[in-house]
Structure formats: C-alpha cells, structure tokens
Nanobody
Framework: QAQLAESGGGLVKPGDSLRPSCEASAGTYDLYVLGWFRQAPGKEREFVAAISWGGGKKDYGESVEGRFGISRDNNKEAVYLDMIDLRPEDTAVYYC?????????????????WGQGTQVTVSS
C-alpha cells in the first residue's frame, strides 16, 4: 500500500526558515502530483502547494505565495517545502499528499494518498 511520511517540522521563531520533507514508500510510483496541505487547530485543511511530475508546474496558496517553495526529487521519491519568513499564522500540521493524475489540484478530495503530518509551530 502506498505511503507517505513527512519529517522536518519543528518549533521556530517568526522570520525563521524551515524545510519539511516527505518521502514515499514503494507503491507510490504513480503519484504524479505531490502537494502540501496544512491544518491549524479549529480550521479546515488548507492547500499550500503542489508540483507536477516533472517539476515544471507549481501552484501555491495565496497565503504562502512568495515565501514557500515546493520541489521534488523523483529519484528519491521525495517532495520538499522550503519555507522562509515564517509567521505565527503558519503554525499548523503540514500534510504531504499524492495524486494519481497529471493535473495539479488545490482540492484535498482530489488527492489519493496522505501522510500522517508534521507539526510546524512559529512562536517567539
């Protein structure tokens, strides 16, 4: 069964940077689109970023545009989220997700496989 596992979350101060990563287990060769979502306490799960199979297409949520960057390494079956200028409102559990089609989507119901999440806390 395909699995995704996030790592690299943590507690940082406002303005700091962080780079969570997500690695795919065997059976995820057909996850053509990889994305990141986040969920803060009491809020809906929110789209953060997504990247196509070849990395040529990327999409970002409005709240992170210009501060976050998504990348992937298909040889390592991994996807990364480079986060800079972190703010307290970025505090959330960050989830990696994979989609078995080629088109990028912002809708969480369109993703087929999910990781367990990694906590990111931004606090002074």
């Amino acid at each position: 069964q395909a699995q995704l596992a996030e790592s690299g979350g943590g507690l940082v101060k406002p303005g700091d940077s962080l780079r969570p990563s997500c690695e795919a287990s065997a059976g995820t060769y057909d996850l053509y689109v990889l994305g990141w979502f986040r969920q803060a306490p009491g809020k809906e799960r929110e789209f953060v970023a997504a990247i196509s199979w070849g990395g040529g297409k990327k999409d970002y949520g409005e709240s992170v545009e210009g501060r976050f960057g998504i990348s992937r390494d298909n040889n390592k079956e991994a996807v990364y989220l480079d986060m800079i200028d972190l703010r307290p409102e970025d505090t959330a559990v960050y989830y990696c997700a994979g989609r078995r089609t080629y088109s990028i989507s912002r809708a969480r119901q369109n993703y087929d496989v999910w990781g367990q999440g990694t906590q990111v806390t931004v606090s002074s």
